[in-house]
């Protein structure tokens, strides 16, 4: 399974855009990038996910690099219910999808007031 | 209501003892998922379940025995609890199996504390 590199931590001020970068440089040209996020004392939940192009929902964005060795989740206007550790995940198609999410450690996003 | 629920949310229990944990979603979903989250907070699967028939089971120790009575419900035993077995265990369901842009739907996790 390729793998993702994550920040550990990233901090951001309340009611501003955050970035949230992950590498992948190993990726396959079909595996699909997921991102999930968990909010303390939650379980994992689903924030957007994409292939090749930009991906936009209620959420946040997904800027996908051009050679999608990279992405960027966007929260665009941070709010403190956003503080949680967001995990960047491929996801393969075809038989050698299992099904299974492999978490990575994520980065763990503190939002402040 | 909720969409994937487990019970109970905590448990605590006595090294050597069984404990069971119930897991159900009204999603109608075909695939159901265990997921163990340890002290340092990383995730790993477990099981995964596709139309009650065991599809993954990522080397857990067989006293683990995930149960499917049907296609809402997958339940987790454990024998012989062991200290290391301390953690949370999450629950989840996806529309499809190995669905590379399904979504997996969590619970709220069982906290398991072994004395």
């Known amino acids: 399974d390729a793998k993702t590199t994550q920040p550990n931590s990233m901090e951001s001020n309340e009611e501003e855009p955050v970035h949230l970068p992950c590498n992948h440089s190993t990726i396959s040209g079909t595996d699909y990038i997921h991102w999930y996020r968990q909010l303390p004392s939650q379980g994992p939940e689903y924030v957007i996910h994409?292939?090749?192009s930009n991906v936009n929902n209620r959420m946040a964005s997904l800027a996908i690099a051009e050679d999608r060795k990279s992405s960027t989740l966007i929260l665009h206007r941070a709010t403190l219910r956003d503080a949680a550790v967001y995990y960047c995940i491929l996801r393969e198609q075809g038989s050698s999808n299992t099904g299974k999410l492999i978490f990575g450690q994520g980065t763990t996003l503190q939002v402040k007031p | 209501d909720t969409a994937v629920s487990q019970t109970p949310k905590y448990l605590v229990t006595q090294m050597g003892n069984d404990k069971s944990i119930k897991c159900e979603q009204n999603?109608?979903?075909?695939?159901m998922y265990w997921y163990k989250q340890d002290s340092k907070k990383f995730l790993k699967i477990m099981f995964s379940?596709?139309?009650?028939?065991?599809?993954i089971n990522e080397t857990v120790p067989n006293r683990f025995s995930p149960k499917s009575p049907d296609k809402a419900h997958l339940n987790l035993h454990i024998n012989s609890l062991e200290l290391g077995d301390s953690a949370v265990y999450f629950c989840?369901?996806?529309?499809?199996?190995?669905?590379?842009?399904?979504?997996?739907?969590f619970g709220p996790g069982t906290r398991l504390t072994v004395l």
């Open positions: 994409g292939l090749t």
């Open positions: 999603l109608g979903h075909d695939t």
């Open positions: 989840a369901s996806s529309q499809v199996f190995a669905g590379s842009t399904d979504t997996q739907y």
């Open positions: 379940y596709n139309n009650k028939e065991l599809i």
